[in-house]
């Protein structure tokens, strides 16, 4: 069974930067996409950043609007990490945050146990 394991979270204040990282209990084959999501207490998980693996869209990134400019996706496909550096943060990015990696052929993604990010004001 394959794991996805975090780290990077933690407490930071406003304008402060984090990085979080995402490594692969072992090897995933056929990635479609890796990425991040977040949810914030008493609120949906939301999907923060996506980059795309394979095909004619590989390494395409997306991110939800309210992170643009600030957080950046980065991936080590061979080794089957993936990272989300988070710069500029503000409170409203507190939440868990949570990598996954999308596996078409499997049908399923498979998804971390979730870090906590505090962003003090």
């Known amino acids: 069974q394959v794991q996805l394991v975090e780290s990077g979270g933690g407490l930071v204040q406003a304008g402060g930067s984090l990085r979080l990282s995402c490594a692969a209990s072992r090897t995933i084959f056929s990635i479609n996409a890796m990425g991040w999501c977040r949810q914030a207490s008493g609120k949906q998980r939301e999907l923060v950043a996506t980059?795309?693996?394979?095909?004619?869209?590989?390494?395409?990134?997306n991110y939800v609007d309210s992170v643009k400019g600030r957080f950046t996706i980065s991936r080590d496909s061979a080794r089957n990490t993936v990272s989300l550096q988070m710069n500029n943060l503000k409170p409203e990015d507190t939440a868990v945050y949570y990598c996954?990696?999308?596996?078409?052929?499997?049908?399923?993604?498979?998804w971390g146990q979730g870090t906590q990010v505090t962003v003090s004001s």
């Open positions: 980059i795309a693996s394979g095909g004619t869209d590989d390494g395409r990134i």
């Open positions: 996954y990696v999308r596996v078409n052929w499997q049908q399923r993604d498979y």
